[in-house]
Each structure stands twice: as structure tokens, then as C-alpha cells.
């Protein structure tokens, strides 16, 4: 914890946007309230062996109620921003009607943050997909595209005279890959040509309705897309290693991010792939402009790197489920752990930003999640002592300084997340929040970790831990 708070302080630029970032479906409950239809996150948590104690969102933090307490609480840490997503189901029951009545929770939730000077950071598609829609084939069906459109304008339309920070899709990587190909996500399919199929109309969904919010943009709005990145570190040296990281990296970061960038898919990953099958038949003429649409800024996401080796056979399965990885295995990753069992190792988000820089020419970047989940303890005080969240907060943003020292235009950290929440397949074994959730009582409790982002805010600036 000394090493969190203490030495010299490494400022962040003027009108660095600083907040905390959550999702619907891990945060609101209210699932059959105001008229909402199901998503396909109630339905496959409701089938047996998907969620860890067999958990649902059903109920979760309660935010559907708890709302503007939860923005108080916000008000209270001094967050000048909350990244926050918005329910398709709530929106729009069966995925196509609007609901004035859904629109209405999220206009007294934007009065709410407006009032307390908060800024919404809204993201239109965090996975809840209206299980009508996954009915009708869900994001293997080109369909999807323009019902996500139509949903993006009723939210325009609901808020846009207030909302001036829009993503379109939060991590299509996770949507796509991990629910239509490995079967740990919603809908829960393990068909790794669907995965790929989802994967092309999550990005051209993304293109479309972003062409579409531009045509009804008021002055300032910004639009992004939020993407999750996890670099891949070669656990040895030589051609087959740097080979095995190309295809980890070219699957899991550079097949999103080229196409929304307008490099069309990697050609390296299109070759991975092309065993699959699928892909080809679903990418049309002018998709690829479609999707290059330009974003004000990228939303990263950052948690860990993976570590990778290469299989003496090439064309061997892979023990990663990304469609169509083979010739290579994913590693344990190396200590220090987070409770979640996932690497710590903020150099990596040093060198993912600056590749970022490179890569994109230079567009701004807001890191729009980063944290870690920990076992946190309340004490005979009542107080959480979760010193190894702070430490991770802090070492992560001192990553991001440097980043930012060596030439990335990073314009904001969100960190995730506001509350301890529904962790999806993990369900609530798993505590990201900076403010404690009990799951029983509905008690908020400020974690020690909220009181040194609090600080770290109030300073814009973080100590350098020498
Ligand atoms: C984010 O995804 C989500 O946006 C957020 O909702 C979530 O609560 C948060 O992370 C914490 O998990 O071996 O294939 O399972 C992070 C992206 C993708 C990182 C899956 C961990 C594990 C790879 N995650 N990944 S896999």
C-alpha cells in the first residue's frame, strides 16, 4: 500500500477524463421491471452448469433501483465521469418495438449524473442481445445489423441532447468469439464458424450505426468503439515463438481492430482462418468501407497479456478456443496473480498504448476498463483494506503515464468497475468493484481502493511508489 501512495507525484494531462465503468446486465437487476424483455444473458444463466453457483443477473446491484444512490456514491469519490451501457431488452423488449418506458430509466439516470456534473460515457451494446433477436439467428444473422441501427437511433433520439460520449459495442471479441464459438458467453454456441460470422456483423453493426449516429451528431459528441486487448508474450525466442504471438495477437487484437481502423481484416489472420470456413461468404462488397468509419477516439481494454508457445505440428488444435487457432498453446500465466487468477503486469499496457499510437496513426485513446478482482475482507471497522487493488490501480495508471510520456495521446482511464458485480460465467465469486457490494443486504461500502482513485482524481495526478 506505501508504494501505491507514496514519492513523487506523475501528473496527467489537462482534461485526462477520469471514471469508474460498469455494465447492465452485471449491474441493474429490475430483469423483468419496466417492461423489459429477456436477454440472452437470462436465459443461458438460467441453464444449469453455465454460471459458477448457478447465479443470474436477475437481481445483481440492484442499480435499476439503486440508481441515484449509486450516483451519489459516485458524486461522493469525485468521479468527473461513469461509463455506463445501456439494455437493448430494457429499450426494446423484443428487440425491435421501443419502449418509452426503458428510454425512461436511462433519461432519469443521465438527469441523475448531469445533475451531480458527471459525465455519461454510454455504450450501446455490452451483450445483452433481446433473446428474441438471438431467436432469429442473433449475430450470425446479417439482420442483426440493422436492428442494432435502429436500437442505436432510439437511444440517440432518447438522449442524445445530453449524452455526448458514445461506443457502440464494448469488446465484439467477447460477444463473438466467447459466445458463439467458445460457449462460455451467451447464447452459449461452440461453432467456430458462427464465431466468425458474428464477429464480421458485430464490426459492420458497429460501422453502420456509427454512420448513422454521425448523421444525427449535435455539436461535440464523440463516438468510439470499445475493444479488448490482450498482447501476446512469447515464452521463448526465435521465428516458431514469434510466429505462435503473430497468431494470438492477429485473433485477439488486430482482426478488431484493422477493419474499424480501415486496414480491412489482416491478411495473416484471413489465412489462419480460412479452414474455418464462413468468413469469406459473410464479408460483402463495401462491408470493409462500412465498417472504417472514423471514431473520435478507441476505447482499450486492458486486464493482462497471454502467454503463448508454439505445438511442434502447425495445424495441432490449440488449447485457446478462438476460432481456428492452431499450432500454438496458451500458457499459465505468471505471478503475481490477481485473485481472478489473471497476470499482473502493467508494462504491458506501457507497450500495448504505444503500439496503439503507432498503429492507428495516432488516434486518442481512453483506457475504458482496467482493474482486478481480489478476495476482499471487511474488517472488525467495517473498512476493506483491498491494498492489492490499489496497487494494481496504481501501477497500471504510473503504465499508462509512461505511455503517455513516450508520445500516446491517452485522454482517459475508467476503471473497472464502479461495484462489485455479476461476473458473468464466474457470477458473484469474483469482485472487481472499487466500492464493495453486499449481495444480500444491497450495502454499499467504499473500498480503500475508491479512497485512493478518489485522491489520485482530486490531484490528477498518481505517486510514483518510489
Ligand atoms: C471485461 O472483459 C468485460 O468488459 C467486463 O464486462 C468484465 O466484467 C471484465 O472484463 C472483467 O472480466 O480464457 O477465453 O476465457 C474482459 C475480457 C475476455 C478477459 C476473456 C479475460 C479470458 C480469456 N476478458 N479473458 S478466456
Redesign the pocket.
Known amino acids: 500500500f506505501d508504494k501505491a501512495t507514496k514519492g513523487d507525484l506523475l501528473g496527467f494531462p489537462r482534461d485526462f477524463l477520469w471514471g469508474a465503468a460498469t ?1 447492465s446486465y ?1 449491474v441493474e437487476g429490475g430483469a423483468a421491471e419496466g417492461g423489459r424483455g429477456p436477454s440472452i444473458w437470462d436465459i443461458f444463466s438460467g441453464q444449469e452448469g453455465k454460471i459458477h453457483d448457478g447465479k443470474t443477473g436477475a437481481v445483481a446491484c440492484d442499480h435499476f433501483h439503486r440508481y441515484s444512490e449509486d450516483v451519489a456514491l459516485m458524486a461522493e469519490l469525485g468521479l468527473p465521469a461513469y461509463r455506463f451501457s445501456v439494455a437493448w431488452p430494457r429499450v426494446m423488449p423484443d428487440g425491435r418495438t421501443v419502449s418509452q418506458e426503458g428510454l425512461d430509466y436511462y433519461r432519469r439516470l443521465v438527469d441523475e449524473l448531469c445533475d451531480k456534473n458527471i459525465e455519461p460515457v454510454l455504450t450501446l451494446y ?2 445483452d442481445l433481446p433473446q428474441a433477436l438471438e431467436d432469429q439467428g442473433g449475430w450470425r444473422s446479417r439482420r442483426i445489423v440493422e436492428c442494432f441501427t435502429n436500437y442505436a437511433m432510439a437511444v440517440h433520439d432518447a438522449l442524445g441532447d445530453r449524452v455526448r460520449q458514445w461506443t457502440t459495442i ?2 465484439p ?2 460477444s463473438a468469439f ?1 459466445g458463439y464459438g ?1 460457449g ?1 458467453h451467451a447464447p452459449g454456441h461452440t461453432d467456430p464458424e458462427a464465431a466468425l460470422v458474428a464477429a464480421h456483423h458485430h464490426l459492420l453493426a458497429h460501422g453502420t450505426a456509427l454512420r448513422a449516429l454521425r448523421s444525427r451528431a449535435r455539436e461535440g459528441q464523440q463516438f468510439s468503439i470499445a475493444l ?1 486487448f ?1 498482447p501476446a508474450l512469447a515464452d521463448g525466442y526465435g521465428p516458431r515463438y514469434a510466429e505462435a504471438a503473430r497468431k494470438f495477437d492477429g485473433l485477439h487484437n488486430r482482426f478488431f481492430l484493422d477493419p474499424v481502423l480501415g486496414k480491412g481484416y489482416p491478411s495473416d489472420v484471413l489465412e489462419d482462418v480460412a479452414h474455418v470456413g464462413g468468413l469469406a461468404e459473410a464479408i460483402q462488397d463495401g462491408d470493409l468501407e462500412t465498417i472504417a468509419g472514423t471514431i473520435d477516439w478507441l476505447g482499450v ?1 486492458y ?2 497479456p497471454t502467454r503463448v508457445k508454439p505445438l511442434d505440428d502447425p495445424h495441432a488444435p490449440s488449447n ?3 476460432p481456428g487457432l492452431r499450432g500454438m498453446d ?1 500458457l499459465p500465466p505468471r505471478p503475481p496473480l490477481t485473485g481472478f487468477g ?1 497476470e499482473q503486469t502493467p508494462s504491458s499496457l506501457t507497450e500495448l498504448l504505444r503500439w496503439l499510437n503507432w498503429h492507428t496513426g495516432g488516434i486518442p485513446l481512453i483506457v475504458a ?1 482496467n ?1 482486478a ?1 481480489f478476495e476482499d475482507k471487511i474488517d472488525a471497522e467495517g473498512r476493506i483494506r483491498d491494498d492489492e487493488r490499489t496497487n494494481y490501480i496504481a501501477e497500471h495508471l504510473r503504465a499508462v503515464h509512461s505511455a503517455i510520456e513516450g508520445g500516446a495521446d491517452v485522454r482517459g482511464y475508467l476503471v ?2 464502479l461495484l462489485d ?1 455479476f ?2 460465467s464466474m457470477g458473484y465469486s ?1 469482485r ?1 468493484g472499487i466500492v464493495h457490494v453486499d449481495f444480500e443486504t444491497q450495502r454499499r461500502t467504499v473500498k480503500d481502493s475508491a479512497l485512493f482513485y478518489r485522491d489520485v482524481i482530486a490531484r490528477n495526478a498518481v505517486p510514483s511508489g518510489r
Open positions: 455494465a452485471q455490452h451483450w464494448n469488446e471479441f467477447c466467447l467458445a462460455i479488448n490482450s481494454n486486464y493482462a485457446c478456443p478462438l496458451v489473471w476498463e482493474g478482482a473497472w468497475s458485480n461476473e458473468w469474483q472487481f
